[in-house]
C-alpha cells in the first residue's frame, strides 16, 4: 500500500528553483533515508505537512491529495533535528502529557523500555542529554499512533548508544506497519538505517546503492589471480584543486567517497575532487592496502581504527584521524574484511 506518493513536486521561490520535479513513493512499513542540506529537508517536510504551498506536482497521502487531506496531524507525526520540549516535566510524565493528546493506546512502558529510557523516566527533561531528549521525541512521535513519521537528523551528534538504539528503533517501528522518511546532512547516517538511501540536491534524487553490484564484484573476481603475488607499486592519485591538478601518495590518504558520479578523496581534514571513477581507484589503489567497504567508499585500512556493529546487519569504521571519522561498511562485505584483518 502507497502511503505517500509525490509526483513531479517542484518548488520556485522568484527565479530560484527550490526543488525540480521531485518524484518518489513510500510504501507502508518502509524506510526512505535522504541526505540532502537541512533547508531542503525543511521544505520537504513543510511541504509533506501543507504547512507550504508547491509551485507544480502533487503530494499524496493515501491516494488523497496533500490541499484535500484535512486529518494530516492524525497521520504524521514529525521529529525534527531540535525541538522545544516541556523542561520542567519528567520523562513519564511527558509522555502522559501526549498520551492523552493522542488518545494513545499504546504502552508508554513499552516504548520507553525500547528507547532504553524507562530506568531514567522520573528525570526532568531539563536534565537529559542531547541524545536522550532525541529518543524521547522518537517516543513521543511512537506513541502519537501516525501512519507516518518523518524524521530529522535520526543519529546525528548523537552519542553512540543512542545511535545503536535509534538504529534498531526505526526498523521497529517499519516493522509495525509505520512508514519512516528520514533526513540529514551525513550520507552515513542515511545509509546506517538501512532502507532506502537516496540524496537530493541541485542536480535532483539519485539513489544510492548501498550493495556492490554484480558487475563490480565479478570485476574483482576477475583480477583475484593478480592478488596471489603482490607487488610494490609506485603511484600518485591525482587531485583537482582549482585548475590546478595535484599528485598524492596514497598513504595520505585515508578514505575516499563517491557523490554524483565524482570521487572525492579525504586527506587530514581536507577533500578534494578526484578525476578517476570509484573503481578506477579500487583497481589502482588494491596494493596500498584500501578496501570496498561499501558501494560509495574506499577506505585505507591502515587508518581503521575499530569496527561497529549497530545491530546484525548495520556495521561502520572508525579511522584514527582527529575527528574520528564514521564510514560505512556493507553487510555483504564484513566477511571479507574478516578475513583480511583476521578478526
Not at 516504548?111 to 522520573?122: E, R, T, V
Not at 531528549?133 to 530529522?152: F, T, Y
Not at 517499519?174 to 540536491?201: K, M, N, P, Q, R
Amino acid at each position: 500500500m502507497t502511503l505517500l506518493n509525490i509526483e513531479n513536486l517542484s518548488k520556485e521561490c522568484g527565479n530560484l528553483r527550490l526543488l525540480n520535479d521531485l518524484n518518489f513513493t513510500l510504501n507502508q512499513g518502509q524506510c526512505i533515508g535522504i541526505k540532502c542540506s537541512t533547508d531542503t529537508s525543511n521544505l520537504l517536510f513543510n511541504l509533506i505537512l501543507g504547512k507550504t504551498n508547491y509551485s507544480k506536482g502533487n503530494i499524496y497521502i493515501e491516494n488523497t491529495s496533500i490541499s484535500k487531506c484535512t486529518n494530516i496531524k492524525n497521520i504524521i507525526a514529525v521529529v525534527f533535528s531540535n525541538e522545544g520540549m516541556y523542561e520542567r516535566l519528567k520523562i513519564y510524565d511527558y509522555m502522559k502529557f501526549f498520551e492523552k493528546i493522542y488518545n494513545s493506546k499504546s504502552s508508554i512502558k513499552e516504548i520507553l523500555i525500547k528507547l532504553g529510557l524507562f530506568d531514567i523516566s522520573n528525570k526532568k527533561i531539563k536534565s537529559l542529554t542531547y541524545s536522550q531528549k532525541k529518543r524521547l521525541s522518537m517516543a513521543r512521535a511512537l506513541l502519537s499512533n501516525s501512519k507516518l513519521i518523518l524524521i530529522q537528523e535520526p543519529t546525528l551528534n548523537v552519542d553512540r548508544e543512542s545511535a545503536l538504539i535509534i538504529r534498531e528503533f526505526i526498523p521497529y517501528i517499519c516493522s509495525l506497519g509505520i512508514s519512516v522518511l528520514a533526513t540529514s546532512v551525513s550520507l552515513e547516517d542515511i545509509i546506517l538505517l538501512g532502507g532506502e538511501t537516496y540524496i537530493l540536491d541541485e542536480k535532483g534524487l539519485n539513489t544510492i546503492e548501498t550493495d556492490i553490484s554484480t558487475d563490480e564484484t565479478d570485476e574483482k573476481s576477475s583480477n583475484e589471480a593478480d592478488l596471489d603475488f603482490p607487488y610494490f607499486k609506485v603511484d600518485k592519485i591525482p587531485a583537482k584543486i582549482d585548475e590546478k591538478i595535484i599528485l598524492l601518495n596514497p598513504t595520505e590518504i585515508i578514505s575516499i567517497e563517491s557523490l554524483n558520479g565524482t570521487s572525492y578523496l579525504n586527506v587530514g581534514e581536507e577533500k578534494f575532487p578526484c578525476t578517476l571513477t570509484l573503481n578506477e581507484l579500487e583497481n589502482r589503489l588494491k596494493y596500498f592496502g584500501f578496501f570496498r567497504c561499501h558501494r560509495s567508499y574506499l577506505v585505507n585500512l591502515q587508518r581503521v581504527r575499530e569496527v561497529v556493529t549497530w545491530t546484525r546487519n548495520s556495521f561502520s569504521l572508525i579511522l584514527d584521524d582527529k575527528n574520528k571519522t564514521s564510514i560505512p561498511l556493507s553487510k555483504g562485505r564484513m566477511n571479507e574484511l574478516k578475513d583480511i584483518l583476521k578478526f
